[in-house]
Structure formats: C-alpha cells, structure tokens
C-alpha cells in the first residue's frame, strides 16, 4: 500500500473520531468519495493502526444508527421552512 494512503487513511480516522462526522461528511472535507473514506476506515486502517480502525468503526456505527432519526428532522424542518 502507498505510503499517501496509509497516511490519508489514518488522517480520516482522526477526522471522524475528533468531529463524530458522518462518511459523507468526511468524504466532502477530504474531498474523496464515499467508498473510499468506508474502505479506508474499514480494511485499510485495521493493517495500519487496529486501535484507531476500531474507535472510527465506533463512531461511524453511531451515526448509521442514529441516521434514521437525523432524516426525519431534516424532513420535518425542510416542511415547516416550506410556505404553502
């Protein structure tokens, strides 16, 4: 693995645990895509650093379970915004 990867893949891990970001946040700061940002955090990162890989996995875990809940109020302000 290039040694730009490995450094890019640690940089995001620091990233989401520090900010508690989402994959699509991450990938929009970094400007990298999605899969990418998931693939780095979830097999890249566990050759490098397992520890880090583990607490960013805990973190992205939150948000996918929390992601249901933050759509619906997103919803609902994009509703009570719109004037009928």
């Given at each position: 693995?290039?040694?730009?990867?490995?450094e890019r893949a640690?940089?995001?891990?620091?990233?989401?645990?520090?900010?508690?970001?989402?994959?699509?946040?991450?990938?929009?700061?970094?400007?990298?895509?999605?899969?990418?940002?998931?693939?780095d955090?979830t097999e890249?990162l566990?050759?490098i650093?397992?520890s880090?890989?583990?607490?960013?996995?805990?973190?992205?875990?939150?948000n996918k379970?929390?992601r249901?809940?933050?759509?619906?109020?997103?919803?609902?302000?994009k509703?009570?915004?719109?004037?009928?």
């Open positions: 693995m290039k040694d730009y990867i490995q640690v940089e995001i891990a620091a990233y989401i645990i520090e900010n508690k970001a989402t994959v699509r946040q991450t990938a929009k700061q970094f400007g990298i895509s999605k899969s990418t940002v998931h693939k955090v890249r566990l050759q650093n397992p880090l890989a583990l607490a960013a996995r805990q973190v992205l875990d939150t379970s929390e249901h809940i933050r759509g619906g109020l997103a919803t609902r302000e509703y009570l915004h719109q004037h009928i």
